[in-house]
T-cell receptor
Framework: DAGITQSPRHKVTETGTPVTLRCHQTENHRYMYWYRQDPGHGLRLIHYSYGVKDTDKGEVSDGYSVSRSKTEDFLLTLESATSSQTSVYFC??????????????FGPGTRLTVL | DQQVKQNSPSLSVQEGRISILNCDYTNSMFDYFLWYKKYPAEGPTFLISISSIKDKNEDGRFTVFLNKSAKHLSLHIVPSQPGDSAVYFCAAASGGSYIPTFGRGTSLIVHP
């Protein structure tokens, strides 16, 4: 258990509304990630962070923004939610230096439904 | 363009038999490979990994084999147990990037 929590765990919202998902970690890990999981697509990286205020885009970043103002929190924002953003969102961290050999530890996920 | 491919969306195996999950990759820069396991309503969990300097890594009932010339790896589970029923994701990373690329997953069902 790498001390990762996600909130909310479930959310239903309407198209066009802003949504923010929170990832919280308790152990001061430097690297944090947001993924989405969809049937037939596996896990796709949305954004990642390599330190406070240091973030970068992943494979499917359009329509998403992130912020990391403190080490323990990594926020994912959908500025104007669309039905295509209905998905399960996972936060992840790596424990050590962020090298290729570092495994990722995932949070429990947030199931988001956009109507 | 998928760099990590798991061509079998699902696999069904009898309890006690071997499960073999396959993964192919296209990027020759990948030098570290991982398998994750995911149960419904939970986040993925790390299972086993292998570096490109090896061709086999074993951990209990789980063994990963790497064939670099074929750009292919496989996960063997022996013997399979009903509790192994889950989605298995193959992932690959390169030394220059700490972010793995994931395959689409294979759903394994182990029948009692």
């Amino acid at each position: 258990d790498a001390g990762i929590t996600q909130s909310p765990r479930h959310k239903v919202t309407e198209t066009g509304t802003p949504v923010t998902l929170r990832c919280h970690q308790t152990e001061n890990h430097r690297y944090m990630y947001w993924y989405r999981q969809d049937p037939g697509h596996g896990l796709r990286l949305i954004h990642y962070s390599y330190g406070v205020k240091d973030t970068d885009k992943g494979e499917v970043s359009d329509g998403y923004s992130v912020s990391r103002s403190k080490t323990e929190d990594f926020l994912l924002t959908l500025e104007s939610a669309t039905s295509s953003q209905t998905s399960v969102y996972f936060c992840a961290i790596t424990l050590t230096s962020g090298g290729a050999e570092d495994t990722q530890y995932f949070g429990p996920g947030t199931r988001l439904t956009v109507l | 363009d998928q760099q990590v491919k798991q061509n079998s969306p699902s696999l069904s195996v009898q309890e006690g038999r071997i499960s073999i999950l396959n993964c192919d990759y296209t990027n020759s820069m990948f030098d570290y490979f991982l398998w994750y396991k995911k149960y419904p309503a939970e986040g993925p969990t790390f299972l086993i990994s292998i570096s490109s300097i090896k061709d086999k890594n074993e951990d209990g009932r789980f063994t990963v084999f790497l064939n670099k010339s074929a750009k292919h790896l496989s996960l063997h589970i022996v013997p399979s147990q009903p509790g192994d029923s889950a989605v298995y994701f193959c992932a690959a990373a390169s030394g220059g990037s700490y972010i793995p690329t994931f395959g689409r997953g294979t759903s394994l069902i182990v029948h009692p």
